[in-house]
C-alpha cells in the first residue's frame, strides 16, 4: 500500500511532461502551419540547381597544319583575336592565281565591250558598201544596151557580195552583244565567277586564322602546334561568363503556380548565403530531364514504377551582379521563386529575336568584297 502511495506523485510528474511535450509539438505544428500559409505557401525552392552558360566551340574553317597556339586554358580572349594559326602557304598562292584570274578577265570582258563599236562601225561600212554597189546596178541596168551583159552580171555579183559582208557584219556584231550583255564589266558572268573564286581563295587564306567568335574564357584547349586538322575539328572551346543562367530542377508537383517573369532568389555554394542573386524566371524546358536523356526511361513496360519527374527551369540572372559576383557553368546554386505574382504565363507566346551572334566571319566576307571591288576598278579603264 505504501509502494504504491509512493509512486503516485512520479506517474503525475510524467504525465505533465508528456502533455508538455504534446503542447510543444502542437503549437510547433500550428506555427508551422500559420508560417506556411502567411508565407511558405508563396514560395518554392529547391537547391537542384546548377550554373548553365553558352559553350562555344572552336573549329576550323579549312583544313591545315597548326604552326601556332596563341591562347591556353583559363585564358580571357576577345572577339576576333587569334587563337590558332594553319599553315596559309597553299592558301596564299591560290589567292595570288584567283587575283590574276580576275584581272585578266576583266580585261577581256572589257575588250567584249569595246568590240561592239569596231563591229558597229565595220557593220555602218559594209552597209556603205551595199548601197553604192545597188547604184551601180541601177545606173547599168538603167543604161539598157550601152551596158554590156558581162559587166551588168559583174554589177549584180557586186550587191551580192555586199549583202553577204553585211549579213556577217550582223553577225558578229549580235554575237558580240551577245556576249556583252546587257550588265556593266562588273555583273558580266565571267567576271562574277572570277570574283566568286577570289572571294573564296581569300577566305580560305584568312580563315587559315582560327578567331574567337566572342568573348569569353578558354577551357577543353586540345589542339597542338605541328597537328593536322580538318574542317569540323574541335580545337578548343570559349566559354562567354557574362551570359550565363541557372537551371533549376523543381519536381513537377511543386510547378503548379510558378510563372514566366515571378523574381528568384539565388545563393551560389561558392559565395555562400552572403552573396545573393536576384533573377527571375525566363522558361521552362520543353521536356523533363528524363525525357531528354541519353537512355529515356521506358514506362511502357511491365515492370514500371512512378518516379516524380524534374523539369529545368531557366532563370535569367542580373547581369550586374553577375559581373561583381562572376559564377562558372556547373556551379551548385540555391533557388527560391517568389509566386505572389499569379499574371504571367507557363508557356510564352512571343518569339525572342536571336541575341547572340557573332560578326567575325562577316568582316572577313567584306574585306573579300572589297578586294574584288578595288581590282575590277583597276582593270578596267
Known amino acids: 500500500m505504501s509502494d504504491t502511495q509512493g509512486a503516485a506523485p512520479g506517474n503525475g510528474g510524467r ?18 502551419g500559420l508560417y506556411w500559409l502567411m508565407h511558405g505557401h508563396f514560395y518554392e525552392e529547391t537547391d537542384n540547381a546548377y550554373v548553365g552558360g553558352n559553350v562555344v566551340q572552336i573549329t576550323p574553317l579549312v583544313g591545315g597544319v597548326v604552326i601556332s597556339v596563341n591562347t591556353d586554358d583559363t585564358r580571357p580572349v576577345k572577339a576576333g583575336q587569334v587563337l590558332a594559326q594553319l599553315d596559309p602557304t597553299d592558301a596564299r598562292v591560290a589567292l595570288s592565281q584567283a587575283v590574276g584570274e580576275l584581272a585578266q578577265t576583266v580585261r577581256q570582258v572589257r575588250t567584249i565591250y569595246g568590240n561592239n563599236d569596231q563591229y558597229a562601225a565595220a557593220l555602218a561600212a559594209r552597209q556603205t558598201d551595199l548601197a553604192r554597189s545597188r547604184d551601180d546596178l541601177r545606173r547599168r541596168e538603167q543604161a539598157g544596151g550601152a551596158v554590156s551583159r558581162e559587166e551588168l552580171d559583174h554589177a549584180r555579183a557586186a550587191v551580192q557580195a555586199a549583202e553577204a559582208n553585211v549579213a556577217a557584219a550582223w553577225t558578229q556584231l549580235n554575237s558580240n552583244r551577245t556576249l556583252a550583255g546587257q550588265s556593266d564589266v562588273a555583273n558580266h558572268p565571267n567576271v562574277v565567277q572570277a570574283a566568286a573564286r577570289l572571294r573564296g581563295a581569300y577566305l580560305s587564306l584568312v580563315r587559315t586564322a582560327i578567331l574567337a567568335p566572342v568573348d569569353g574564357y578558354v577551357a577543353q584547349r586540345s589542339v597542338q602546334i605541328g597537328q593536322r586538322v580538318g574542317p569540323g575539328s574541335v580545337l578548343m572551346a570559349v566559354v562567354p561568363l557574362d551570359q550565363v543562367w541557372v537551371e533549376a530542377n523543381f519536381t513537377e508537383v511543386h510547378l503548379e503556380r510558378v ?44 515492370n514500371w514504377i512512378k518516379v516524380v519527374q524534374r523539369l529545368p527551369v531557366r532563370i535569367a540572372l542580373n547581369p ?3 559581373a561583381e559576383h562572376p559564377l562558372r557553368i556547373g556551379l551548385s546554386m540555391q533557388a527560391t521563386i517568389d509566386l505572389h505574382n499569379q499574371s504571367g504565363k507557363q508557356v510564352s507566346a512571343v518569339s525572342a529575336a536571336p541575341a547572340y551572334k557573332t560578326d567575325v566571319y562577316a568582316r572577313q566576307a567584306a574585306e573579300a568584297d572589297a578586294i574584288v571591288a578595288k581590282i575590277i576598278a583597276e582593270n578596267e579603264r
Open 15 to 32: 504525465q505533465w511532461m508528456m502533455l508538455a511535450f504534446a503542447a510543444v509539438i502542437v503549437l510547433a505544428a500550428a506555427g508551422y
Open 259 to 302: 510563372r514566366l517573369g515571378q523574381p528568384v532568389e539565388l545563393t551560389a555554394d561558392l559565395y555562400g548565403s552572403g552573396v545573393v542573386y536576384h533573377g527571375s524566371v525566363a522558361g521552362f524546358s520543353p521536356g523533363t530531364g528524363g525525357a531528354f536523356a541519353l537512355l529515356p526511361a521506358q514506362n511502357a513496360t511491365g
Open 320 to 322: 550586374k551582379e553577375l
